[in-house]
């Protein structure tokens, strides 16, 4: 098992403070990909003023236990958007982000999509257009654990 590493509030701020720098393409939609994507989408939403704040939702993981397929379902009715940013936590394998991808592609196929995540692993099967850093280990962040101590 890899290093477990502690990520606070201040550090998910100032990483978005960061993304939103890099961020140089416009979108009307902001998607966060359940769990981990929602507090940053909501949180870009406030900083872009924008209420086009969606959520979809995955199950990739079991845990700290990778699934064998990734489960996309409680897709948004984007139709009358033009250009949707995915915001995720992290992009580990790929997977979820691929999956989400292609189901988005398939139901919107006249919808142009970037995506950014704060943390990417560089042996992913696919980049986002934009993120933040690489992770060193395995990221506990803040939302799954300050309500548990």
Known sequence: M???IYYSYAELRDDLKTLTQKIDQPFDAILGIARGGL?????????YDLRE???INTIG????QKKESVKVFNIPDLKSVKQVLIIDDIVDSGDTL????????RKYPKVI??????????TACVKPTWYVKE??????????EDLKN
């Open 39 to 47: 507090s940053m989408a909501q949180m870009l939403g406030e900083y």
């Open 113 to 122: 999509f970037t995506t950014a995540s704060i943390f990417y692993k560089k």
């Open 98 to 105: 691929v999956e989400v991808l292609k189901v988005l592609h």
């Open 2 to 4: 890899p290093e477990k």
């Open 53 to 55: 704040v969606y959520a």
């Open 61 to 64: 993981y079991e845990g700290t």
């Open 135 to 144: 992770p060193r280990g395995w990221i506990d962040f803040f939302w799954s």
